[in-house]
């Protein structure tokens, strides 16, 4: 199985701050690798897919870079309703994993 | 607009059995892939199964392989996760969710139900 694994776990940060996340993958996935959204309760949403596309509706705030192994989810200016739980999924093949995640909070 | 929505969900004791729905609406059913992801409170989230647009493909986590069966009817948009032999650790939120084919990522996810397997 192909591991994924995000950095950091969590994270504290302020509004209008630039963040980054990384992930990164045990071994070569191309660029099938997609980030999503979870807030608490609630399922989680597509953000990017195939590593830097953003899915229809996204805030262009956010942006993803990579391809292989190493890839990462940035968001330029922190909004209030970013504030959540950030993961990374390959889909390069089965079983298809997700990273443990990265929790951002406010400072 | 695209939806799904679990039902199904609840408590079972250890090796009992318990099947879940997810009925969609909003979009061409018959034309996606289906997946089964879940999310226990100390595991994250776990992909499950896949199945075909048509119902002739399927793929399972080892985790699950020969306890669990997905399928699915295209003529009452709703896709179904048989779970059999249940154990504790099965314990967790499930959601269906869509893709829009080969090397897609899960673009619509349904609200999850949770399960419970416990004593």
């Known amino acids: 199985d192909i591991q994924m694994t995000q950095s950091p776990s969590s994270l504290s940060a302020s509004i209008g701050d630039r963040v980054t996340i990384t992930c990164r993958a045990s071994?070569?996935?191309?660029?099938?690798l997609a980030w999503y959204q979870q807030k608490p309760g609630k399922a989680p949403k597509s953000l990017i897919y195939?590593?830097?596309n953003l899915q229809s509706g996204v805030p262009s705030r956010f942006s993803g870079s990579g391809s292989g192994t190493d890839f990462t989810l940035t968001i330029s200016s922190l909004q209030p309703e970013d504030f959540a739980t950030y993961y990374c999924?390959?889909?390069?093949?089965?079983?298809?994993?997700f990273g443990q995640g990265t929790k951002l909070e406010i400072k | 607009e695209v939806q799904l929505v679990e039902s199904g969900g609840g408590l079972v004791q250890p090796g009992g059995s318990l099947r879940l729905s997810c009925t969609v609406s909003?979009?061409?059913?018959?034309?996606?892939?289906m997946h089964w992801v879940r999310q226990g409170p100390e595991t994250g989230l776990v992909w499950v199964s896949r199945?075909?647009?048509?119902?002739?493909?399927?793929v399972y986590a080892d985790s699950v392989k020969g306890r669990f069966t997905v399928s699915r009817d295209n003529a009452k948009n709703t896709l179904f996760l048989q779970m059999d032999s249940l154990r504790v650790e099965d314990t967790a939120v499930y959601y269906c969710?869509?893709?829009?084919?080969?090397?897609?990522?899960?673009?619509?996810w349904g609200q999850g139900i949770l399960v419970t397997v416990s004593s």
């Open positions: 969710a869509r893709v829009s084919g080969w090397y897609s990522p899960f673009d619509h």
């Open positions: 909003g979009f061409n059913f018959n034309s996606y892939w």
């Open positions: 999924q390959q889909y390069n093949s089965y079983p298809y994993t």
């Open positions: 199945i075909g647009s048509d119902g002739g493909s399927t």
């Open positions: 195939s590593a830097s």
């Open positions: 071994q070569a996935i191309k660029s099938w």
